[in-house]
């Protein structure tokens, strides 16, 4: 892996072409993995591909397709991706877009766990422990041990299908809660076995997923893993524990990179992602009874956080000065500055969300004239927006003459 030594007088210029595992990027910039709301029947629409394609002509090295669920009850709604073999087609139509406009595909493949949505999956939510979720207002069954062998096989069995599907890399999801991240949490794994209790237990099922993983893929495609680095929820998975994880994953050898994140889909949503918090429109998007309960209690329950530019990278040092293999910062990453920032802190990529909802041909800009700022204001109205299969609710309101 070419990567970057914070000893090093220059840092890597962000736009130069480098290495993830076996294959090579155009750059250092990964479009980050954002729920797309384009697959009404679990399968590949050409909305999708024309959602990806957008921000692979508008300069991204990668982009990353969310969500491909392992399982079918892994899915946080019906409509999601989930990997079979009626899928692939599709898979290569889309990645086949993408190609053609010069950047990587990777495919984020992971278990809802807990977050799963049980009501529109009509198939029974998963996690470490019976608990109660307040997404579904219904009881959560706990994962058996064959329930986690199995979700343990799927990702293996997922990433063949990536393959298949033309993608270049995957990005297996331990974070925000899904079931991984779940078993990861000292709050919501409660298990007497071998997967519960301490962080070796709890982190079982994180690396016997990587492993499989690797096993099943060798060295044909790039693997990343996205890993809580804090749950921000009392009680939960904080930055001390992860800085563990990430050094057992290292020592593993499973991965090609990891993405740092934070937060709980759960518990704390937007915790990940500061700014404001729509509760109207979260209300509006959802069905009953889902609409009715946020608005009576989503100020409680769907927080406000401050934004500032490059908000994750106080936590992600800490995981950067313990291990070395490369490491993706998100959070707040919009402008050439801060890409130059994550560069000379010792970060090999970058990764964007939202500021490419607003301007997916950001990065083709920025590279044009480095001054370029993100028309982005983090009003986080995307979220509820997208559910629906729409853009970013502001990007018709912007002159020509404003977007350069």
């Known amino acids: 892996m070419e990567g970057f030594s914070v000893s090093q007088i220059t840092p890597p ?16 910039i990964i479009k980050s993995a954002t729920f797309e709301g384009r697959t009404p029947q679990a399968l590949v629409t050409d909305e999708l591909i024309e959602f990806h394609r957008q921000p692979a002509a508008g300069g991204v090295g990668m982009t990353t397709v969310a969500y491909c669920a392992v399982q079918p009850e892994g899915r946080t709604e019906r409509g999601q991706l989930w990997m079979r073999p009626e899928v692939v087609p599709g898979l290569r139509k889309l990645t086949d877009a993408i190609h053609a406009e010069g950047a990587a595909a990777s495919a984020q493949i992971g278990h809802a766990g807990p977050v799963a949505n049980e009501k529109s999956n009509r198939l029974p939510a998963l996690a470490p422990s019976t608990s109660f979720s307040p997404l579904s207002m219904k009881k959560i069954h706990a994962a058996t041990a064959s329930d986690i062998a199995r979700i343990t096989q799927a990702h293996a069995d997922a990433a063949r299908f990536a393959i298949e599907g033309g993608f270049d890399a995957v990005e297996i999801h331990f974070g925000h809660n899904y079931f991984a991240s779940s078993f ?21 099922i994180v690396l016997e997923t990587a492993r499989a993983v690797r096993e099943a893929v060798g060295d044909r495609i790039a693997i990343l893993a ?19 994880v990430a050094q057992w994953l290292e020592a593993d050898g499973s991965l090609d990179a990891l993405e740092l994140t934070m937060g709980s889909s759960l518990l704390n949503p937007m915790y990940l992602f500061k700014g404001d918090a729509p509760v109207r429109e979260f209300a509006n998007a959802m069905p009953q009874p889902i609409k009715l309960g946020v608005q009576m209690v989503g100020k409680a329950f769907i927080k406000t956080y401050p934004y500032e530019p490059l908000f994750m990278l106080e936590e992600a040092r800490q995981i950067r000065a313990a291990v070395k ?6 959070g707040g990453v919009t402008d050439r500055a801060g890409m130059d920032t994550a560069m000379a802190e010792g970060f090999e990529f970058v990764a964007m969300a939202r500021a490419l909802l607003r301007e997916p041909d950001l990065l083709n800009r920025i590279q044009a004239e480095s ?27 912007v002159p020509p003459r404003v977007r350069g």
Not at 22 to 28: A, E, H, W
Not at 227 to 244: H, K, T, Y
Not at 371 to 397: E, Y
């Open 184 to 204: 990861l949490s000292p709050k919501l794994n409660k298990r007497k076995d071998n997967y519960g209790g301490s962080l070796e237990n709890r982190a079982r």
């Open 371 to 397: 001054a370029t700022q993100s028309l982005c204001i983090h009003c986080n109205k995307c979220m509820p927006t997208i559910f629906s299969g729409a853009r970013c609710v502001l990007v018709d309101r």
């Open 325 to 330: 293999m490369p490491l993706v910062l998100l």
């Open 13 to 28: 210029d962000v736009f130069a072409p480098a290495k993830l595992g076996p294959i090579t990027l155009r750059n250092r």
């Open 226 to 244: 996205k890993l809580n680095m804090d749950d921000g929820v009392p009680g939960g998975f904080w930055v001390d524990e992860a800085i563990q």
